[in-house]
């Protein structure tokens, strides 16, 4: 099992261009989330899906896209990118067990971006 | 507006002492905490949760505390280890069925052998 798995682990983009974070996981997951990690601040919630072929918009969706075409995957694009998007970004990914009250999300390493 | 606070961005403690790590919330539909810890390079791991309904879960040496009444949480560490100089995020949830959480700031724990 390689649980949550995200690519590229590092990027260096110029203002303007565009790219896409892949994030996989193969623990059959019906959830999966973005969030972003700044300095002095802590992990918030960019877009988030409930299941394949939905998506969903969090705490600050403004400059990102999202699609999950697969249930295993969630992409993460953006489109024109801006020197504030400079962050780390992680995926994570939850169960929906109605077992429990509550599903805890497992984390990947990260993707460190830097928009210059 | 930050829903979820640690206070202390930074705590240093011996190893073998005890390790207090605190974080207060505004929000009172949130319904479910967590802490996850993190070392650098890495992704958050989750290391121990408590629902509303309770007000302590204890999980080998840690533990978490939990007051409504004063929107305030803890995790104790007993005893710190070296092994736990990590970030420590504090997180909740409220009952929206995708289980979205919203993380405090973070405090980074120092265990001094």
């Known amino acids: 099992n390689a649980g949550v798995t995200q690519t590229p682990k590092f990027r260096v983009l110029k203002t303007g261009q565009s790219m896409t974070l892949l994030c996989a996981q193969d623990?059959?997951?019906?959830?999966m989330y973005w969030y972003r990690q700044d300095p002095g601040m802590g992990l918030r919630l960019i877009h988030y899906?409930?299941?394949?072929?939905?998506?969903a918009k969090g705490e600050v969706p403004d400059g990102y896209n999202v699609s999950r075409l697969k249930k295993q995957n969630f992409l993460l694009g953006l489109e024109s990118a801006a020197p504030s998007q400079t962050s780390v970004y992680f995926c994570?990914?939850?169960?929906?067990?109605?077992?429990?009250?509550?599903?805890?999300?497992?984390f990947g390493p990260g993707t460190r971006l830097t928009v210059l | 507006d930050q829903q979820v606070k640690q206070n202390s961005p930074s705590l240093s403690v011996q190893e073998g002492r005890i390790s207090i790590l605190n974080c207060d919330y505004t929000?009172?539909?949130?319904?479910?905490f967590l802490w996850y810890k993190k070392y650098p390079a890495e992704g958050p791991t989750f290391l121990i949760s408590?629902?509303?309904?309770?007000d302590k879960n204890e999980d080998g040496r840690f533990t978490v505390f939990l007051n409504k009444s004063a929107k305030h949480l803890s995790l104790h560490i007993v005893p710190s280890q070296p092994g736990d100089s990590a970030v420590y995020f504090c997180?909740?949830?409220?009952?929206?069925?995708?289980?979205?959480?919203?993380f405090g700031t973070g405090t980074r724990l120092t265990v001094i052998p």
């Open positions: 929000n009172s539909m949130f319904d479910y």
């Open positions: 899906s409930v299941g394949e072929g939905t998506t």
């Open positions: 408590i629902s509303s309904i309770k």
């Open positions: 994570a990914s939850s169960s929906n067990s109605g077992t429990v009250s509550y599903n805890e999300q497992f």
């Open positions: 623990m059959n997951h019906e959830y």
């Open positions: 997180a909740a949830s409220a009952e929206t069925g995708a289980n979205n959480l919203f």
